[in-house]
């Protein structure tokens, strides 16, 4: 009861934010579905999510936060990343960034304690957004390049993604 009386008054906070500030879409909130091919010996897909937020300087510039977590093959890798978004304002938006921050990386298996690393990971990539009605739009497609260095190996990983975003 109480989750859904705090999702409520969020929802309710969020569209009394897009009503009082239309015009700026200064605030941009993602969240979607995430597939990541983890470049290994031998490489594995995962799937998972993604939620990001972005504050916008000027119409076309913002500054990024990236969070994503994705799972398969006994593994959990989590990125979170910051940077700057450049952005084409119109109703589809193509996007570019550049993001750094962290990745983490934990194996399980059967019978075996799971280990995990942390590691410097960098980000580059864009994507296409599609503005359906009001505050809501569509990342039609996201892709991102994503290398990292667990467990002292470098990987370059491939994400896509796609999902809602709300501009307010």
Known sequence: MFRKLLLLCGLI???SLTAHAQDSDKV???GGYSYLRFDNSPSFNQNGWELSGEYKFASWL???ADFSGDYGNSTHTTYYLFGPQVSW????????????GGAHVSLSAP????????????AI???I????????HWRIFQGDWIHSSVFGTGQNNARISTGIVIKF
């Open 13 to 15: 906070f969020l569209a």
């Open 62 to 64: 913002g500054a990024r």
């Open 111 to 122: 019978g075996f304690p799971t280990v995990s690393d942390n590691s410097f990971a960098v």
């Open 89 to 100: 304002p119109a109703r589809v938006s193509p996007f570019g960034h550049i993001l750094i």
């Open 28 to 30: 941009e909130l993602y």
């Open 125 to 127: 990539g864009g994507g």
């Open 129 to 136: 957004d599609g503005k359906i009605i009001g505050p809501l």
